[in-house]
């Protein structure tokens, strides 16, 4: 398992775009283990996200990645 921490700025609507296509991903490739939303005090109506995203490599039969 490979923890990916993702920061980014978006709108609610880019946040569940984005979130949409994490959903379409294969539950075996990757999953979001951890979540955070804040306003964004400088830019509203923009947020601060903070996502961990945890991938999944995937050995063949004879055991490479």
Same mark, same amino acid.
Request: hydrophobic share 35%; glycine share 6%; proline share 6%.
């Given at each position: ?9 978006a709108?609610? &609507?880019? =946040?569940?775009?984005? =979130?949409g296509?994490?959903e $379409? =991903?294969d539950?075996?490739f990757?999953?979001?283990g951890?979540? /955070?939303? &804040?306003?964004?005090p400088?830019a509203?109506? $923009?947020l601060?996200? &903070? =996502?961990?995203v945890y ?5 063949? /039969?004879?055991?490479q &990645?």
């Open positions: 398992i490979l923890p990916i921490e993702i920061n980014m700025r709108g609610y &609507r880019n =946040l569940g775009e984005y =979130l296509v994490v $379409k =991903l539950s075996n990757a999953t979001v951890e979540f /955070q939303v &804040r306003k964004d400088k509203p109506p $923009k601060n996200i &903070r =996502l961990v991938t999944h490599i995937l050995e063949d /039969q004879s055991g &990645r």
